[in-house]
């Protein structure tokens, strides 16, 4: 038998739980983004996705082409719920929903902090430059430079929407 | 002070259900997971061993801690297990973005893999209908598939031609002391040092800036060849045990899962380590969000150049910080493409500085078109995220093909990677151990510090079975105390 005479290390998961809800419900926007994404934080989520939807390309071979571009991401993300996603959030209806609030997904505290709502301009900064809009988020993305490809991946999601 | 409740499965069930949807769905379920099977040594329920990682090592050191009764707690700040393991799917198919190839001659893994009921999945290495080996220039020749085994083989018998004596035991890597002699050699002078043609050159070449995951000016040269030992001191062996056999139903994180599965240990996805101190008598890690766990001791199974992007609050010895900084190297990536045409079963080795050092059919057929697998030591080479430069990269092997789709995945730019496998640069082999060395109560493990296959799933393997008998030794001696 072991002797318990030593003191054992303890930590309560119960505990933890509570000051990781306190800490969610004290959420705080980070500085670094608030400028540049203040307009889509006032807005609503609905507002948001309309607005945006009619900059997006209708043509049906650039979302062709968004599709085809979006197996890199794929890998992570799945854009239909009823499908794993192995690494990344769902981006089912990803326009207009609030960063880092896919239920049960175990976003670090950087996404878990923000409260703004994934408009095409953050999704477009995002996928250019993760860490650069969020630094300390776990995707494990480089970014893509060239404009017309980020747009074309964007307007993919989008049509999801609309099937 | 809560504390934990070791609850009926039923009760748990009932729990989840009705709290899981909540923000905190992960801890909660990790409140369910907690250990009910287990004859745990301790009923005040805190925790005996944190372990920093779920890839291979993590997942090993936790099964093998709590099957000895120890109360575990594994912390992940990805949002997924396996580490530099991933199993994701593409067009359909299950692929292998990290460590993929698995082997016989890998006891550690092999067992893993006997022991959950993991078979092999072949890929199509042999029998190609085309060869071909890039030159450093860019210049592609089509080698007859016979001509190229030939050349290959011949080179790499000739590179390898001194392992047995080198490594009578290759478990035991530094046994033959003369090894020491050997640290400043690299790879490209031992490579320009053997009567070999220019293809041959070119095409080890590639083969060694992938397991360097650099100019393979900077790549210790025996370090390679302890790999080449482990597989019996033979070139269709080694062959075999890095290209041609996947882990089958469900892959690398499907094993990796059910050896967490196994340890019923509480595991916590996207838990952000920043600092740990150590107290002496206990270890506390505080996480990203501010949270704070607390064990006995602590296991790390994080790849190198993770470390400096935590703050460990007593140090480490500067033996352990030299050979984080720099031992090591790896600037490697994969990727997966798919052409709409058929190019049947090919092989490439590129010779560096191009990108591609290994693209390989993965699947081929008129239907399907081609999958092939490229692995690049030097992503830094090209940017993987624009498909038209990849698609010009794919081109100058294969000028027909009809590149439509492609899942790259990077180690380099993963924040919590950073490099892909490891890889030792020339002078740092022997430090190893270094690595490996316990520090008061922490614990270190990771392929890197793998006496066997360090730049393989089964060293993590290996350095999990290691590290956790350290930490169980440790913990007896101390509660016995």
Same mark, same amino acid.
């Given at each position: 038998?072991?002797?318990?005479?030593?003191?054992?290390?303890?930590?309560?998961?119960?505990?933890?739980?509570?000051?990781?809800?306190?800490?969610?419900?004290?959420?705080?926007?980070?500085?670094?983004?608030?400028?540049?994404?203040?307009?889509?934080?006032?807005?609503?989520?609905?507002?948001?996705?309309?607005?945006?939807?009619?900059?997006?390309?209708?043509?049906?071979?650039?979302?062709?082409?968004?599709?085809?571009?979006?197996?890199?991401?794929?890998?992570?993300?799945?854009?239909?719920?009823?499908?794993?996603?192995?690494?990344?959030?769902?981006?089912?209806?990803?326009?207009?929903?609030?960063?880092?609030?896919?239920?049960?997904?175990?976003?670090?505290?950087?996404?878990?902090?923000?409260?703004?709502?994934?408009?095409?301009?953050?999704?477009?900064?995002?996928?250019?430059?993760?860490?650069?809009?969020?630094?300390?988020?776990?995707?494990?993305?480089?970014?893509?430079?060239?404009?017309?490809?980020?747009?074309?991946?964007?307007?993919?999601?989008?049509?999801?929407?609309?099937? | 002070?809560?504390?934990?409740?070791?609850?009926?499965?039923?009760?748990?069930?009932?729990?989840?259900?009705?709290?899981?949807?909540?923000?905190?769905?992960?801890?909660?379920?990790?409140?369910?997971?907690?250990?009910?099977?287990?004859?745990?040594?301790?009923?005040?329920?805190?925790?005996?061993?944190?372990?920093?990682?779920?890839?291979?090592?993590?997942?090993?050191?936790?099964?093998?801690?709590?099957?000895?009764?120890?109360?575990?707690?594994?912390?992940?700040?990805?949002?997924?297990?396996?580490?530099?393991?991933?199993?994701?799917?593409?067009?359909?198919?299950? +692929?292998? /973005? @990290?460590?993929?190839? *698995?082997?016989?001659?890998? !006891?550690?893994? #092999?067992? &893993?893999?006997?022991?959950?009921? %993991?078979?092999?999945?072949?890929?199509?290495?042999?029998?190609?209908?085309?060869?071909? +080996?890039? /030159? @450093?220039?860019?210049? *592609?020749?089509?080698?007859? !598939?016979?001509? #190229?085994? &030939?050349?290959?083989?011949?080179? %790499?018998?000739?590179?390898?031609?001194?392992?047995?004596?080198?490594?009578?035991?290759?478990?035991?890597?530094?046994?033959?002391?003369?090894?020491?002699?050997?640290?400043?050699?690299?790879? &490209?002078?031992?490579?320009?040092?053997?009567?070999?043609?220019?293809?041959?050159?070119?095409?080890?070449?590639?083969?060694?800036?992938?397991?360097?995951?650099?100019?393979?000016?900077?790549?210790?040269?025996?370090?390679?060849?302890?790999?080449?030992?482990?597989?019996?001191?033979?070139?269709?062996?080694?062959?075999?045990?890095?290209?041609?056999?996947?882990?089958?139903?469900?892959?690398?994180?499907?094993?990796?899962?059910?050896?967490?599965?196994?340890?019923?240990?509480?595991?916590?996805?996207?838990?952000?380590?920043?600092?740990?101190?150590?107290?002496?008598?206990?270890?506390?890690?505080?996480?990203?969000?501010?949270?704070?766990?607390?064990?006995?001791?602590?296991?790390?199974?994080?790849?190198?150049?993770?470390?400096?992007?935590?703050?460990?609050?007593?140090?480490?010895?500067?033996?352990?910080?030299?050979?984080?900084?720099?031992?090591?190297?790896?600037?490697?990536?994969?990727?997966?493409?798919?052409?709409?045409?058929?190019?049947?079963?090919?092989?490439?080795?590129?010779?560096?500085?191009?990108?591609?050092?290994?693209?390989?059919?993965?699947?081929?057929?008129?239907?399907?078109?081609?999958?092939?697998?490229?692995?690049?030591?030097?992503?830094?080479?090209?940017?993987?995220?624009?498909?038209?430069?990849?698609?010009?990269?794919?081109?100058?092997?294969?000028?027909?093909?009809?590149?439509?789709?492609?899942?790259?995945?990077?180690?380099?730019?993963?924040?919590?990677?950073?490099?892909?496998?490891?890889?030792?640069?020339?002078?740092?082999?022997?430090?190893?151990?270094?690595?490996?060395?316990?520090?008061?109560?922490?614990?270190?493990?990771?392929?890197?510090?793998?006496?066997?296959?360090?730049?393989?799933?089964?060293?993590?393997?290996?350095?999990?079975?290691?590290?956790?008998?350290?930490?169980?030794?440790?913990?007896?001696?101390?509660?016995?105390?």
């Amino acid at each position: 038998m072991l002797a318990r005479s030593k003191r054992l290390a303890k930590v309560s998961v119960c505990a933890v739980i509570v000051a990781f809800l306190q800490n969610a419900c004290s959420r705080e926007t980070d500085n670094a983004i608030t400028s540049i994404n203040s307009t889509s934080d006032t807005n609503t989520a609905a507002e948001i996705s309309n607005e945006d939807r009619k900059d997006l390309p209708s043509d049906p071979h650039i979302i062709e082409r968004g599709r085809r571009l979006f197996s890199s991401c794929g890998v992570c993300h799945s854009v239909n719920t009823s499908l794993p996603s192995s690494a990344g959030p769902h981006l089912q209806g990803v326009l207009g929903r609030t960063v880092g609030s896919v239920q049960g997904f175990p976003y670090t505290s950087v996404l878990m902090q923000q409260n703004g709502v994934w408009s095409v301009a953050r999704l477009d900064q995002f996928i250019k430059n993760p860490r650069e809009i969020y630094p300390g988020t776990s995707m494990a993305f480089g970014g893509i430079a060239d404009e017309s490809d980020r747009r074309a991946i964007i307007a993919y999601l989008a049509s999801l929407d609309t099937d | 002070m809560h504390k934990l409740s070791n609850r009926d499965p039923l009760d748990r069930r009932l729990f989840l259900k009705t709290g899981a949807a909540t923000a905190a769905g992960l801890a909660l379920t990790s409140c369910a997971d907690e250990n009910p099977d287990r004859n745990v040594r301790d009923k005040d329920n805190g925790y005996h061993v944190v372990i920093v990682g779920a890839g291979f090592a993590g997942a090993t050191a936790a099964r093998e801690l709590a099957a000895k009764g120890w109360r575990v707690i594994v912390l992940e700040a990805r949002p997924r297990v396996g580490g530099r393991v991933f199993t994701s799917q593409f067009l359909g198919r299950q +692929i292998e /973005l @990290g460590g993929s190839s *698995v082997h016989w001659v890998q !006891p550690h893994v #092999f067992a &893993e893999m006997q022991r959950y009921g %993991f078979g092999f999945a072949e890929v199509p290495l042999y029998d190609l209908d085309a060869s071909y +080996i890039m /030159l @450093g220039d860019g210049t *592609v020749k089509n080698i007859a !598939p016979s001509t #190229f085994d &030939e050349k290959y083989t011949s080179a %790499f018998n000739k590179f390898c031609a001194d392992s047995r004596s080198l490594f009578p035991k290759p478990y035991d890597p530094f046994f033959n002391e003369t090894l020491h002699k050997l640290e400043s050699i690299s790879a &490209e002078e031992h490579l320009l040092s053997l009567d070999l043609d220019e293809l041959q050159i070119a095409s080890l070449r590639a083969e060694l800036t992938l397991y360097a995951g650099a100019p393979i000016s900077e790549f210790s040269y025996t370090s390679f060849v302890k790999l080449f030992a482990l597989a019996s001191w033979d070139t269709f062996t080694f062959t075999d045990s890095e290209k041609h056999w996947h882990i089958d139903s469900g892959g690398t994180s499907a094993l990796v899962q059910a050896i967490l599965d196994d340890s019923r240990a509480t595991v916590r996805l996207g838990a952000v380590v920043q600092e740990v101190t150590d107290h002496g008598d206990s270890v506390s890690i505080k996480l990203s969000d501010g949270e704070l766990v607390t064990a006995s001791t602590a296991i790390f199974t994080l790849p190198t150049k993770v470390y400096p992007d935590i703050n460990f609050k007593s140090g480490l010895s500067k033996e352990k910080q030299a050979f984080i900084d720099n031992a090591e190297m790896s600037d490697g990536a994969n990727i997966y493409m798919r052409t709409t045409n058929n190019l049947g079963n090919t092989f490439c080795f590129c010779d560096d500085p191009n990108p591609f050092n290994a693209v390989q059919t993965e699947e081929f057929s008129d239907e399907t078109g081609t999958i092939l697998k490229a692995t690049l030591g030097r992503q830094s080479l090209i940017d993987l995220n624009s498909f038209d430069a990849v698609a010009a990269e794919l081109r100058k092997i294969h000028p027909n093909a009809e590149l439509t789709d492609v899942a790259p995945y990077n180690w380099v730019t993963d924040p919590y990677s950073k490099q892909a496998w490891p890889s030792y640069r020339v002078g740092w082999f022997s430090k190893y151990k270094d690595m490996a060395k316990p520090e008061g109560q922490l614990f270190f493990a990771g392929a890197a510090t793998a006496d066997g296959w360090h730049e393989y799933i089964d060293g993590a393997v290996e350095s999990g079975i290691r590290a956790a008998r350290e930490a169980h030794l440790r913990m007896e001696k101390s509660y016995a105390g």
